[in-house]
């Protein structure tokens, strides 16, 4: 059983940073795989970021370049450079206790345990 704590959304502007946090606690060491996932109004859960257990990285290709997620002790980042307007959303911590879960494309189905979010607005 793994909790996740979203925290650090706000509202940027077009071309800004933003950095969101994840806090983990509980069973941590059965997670194989961490990820951020973001949802926008009327739009399906997408993966943004994914890490493993044995430090591989992934990412979609619309954020590729600009995002960067890691992992340090018990809290999961993701750093959010080139900020864009279709970036808004809500964005999702998420944990799997299955690596391969961590290949893409990310499925929200193949993850056991979320964060309730934190908003990210970016205004053009």
């Known amino acids: 059983q793994v909790q996740l704590v979203e925290s650090g959304g706000g509202s940027v502007q077009s071309g800004g940073s933003l950095s969101v946090s994840c806090a983990a606690s509980g069973y941590t060491y059965i997670t194989y795989c961490m990820g951020w996932f973001r949802q926008a109004p009327g739009k399906e859960r997408e993966g943004v970021a994914s890490i493993g257990s044995n430090g591989t990285t992934r990412y979609a290709d619309s954020v590729k370049g600009r995002f960067t997620i890691s992992r340090a002790k018990n809290t999961l980042y993701l750093r959010m450079n080139s900020l864009k307007p279709e970036d808004t959303g809500m964005y999702y911590c998420?944990?799997?206790?299955?690596?391969?879960?961590?290949?893409?494309?990310?499925?929200?189905?193949?993850?056991?345990?979320w964060g309730r979010g934190t908003q990210v607005t970016v205004s053009s």
């Open positions: 998420a944990s799997s206790h299955y690596g391969d879960h961590c290949n893409y494309p990310l499925r929200a189905t193949d993850f056991g345990s």
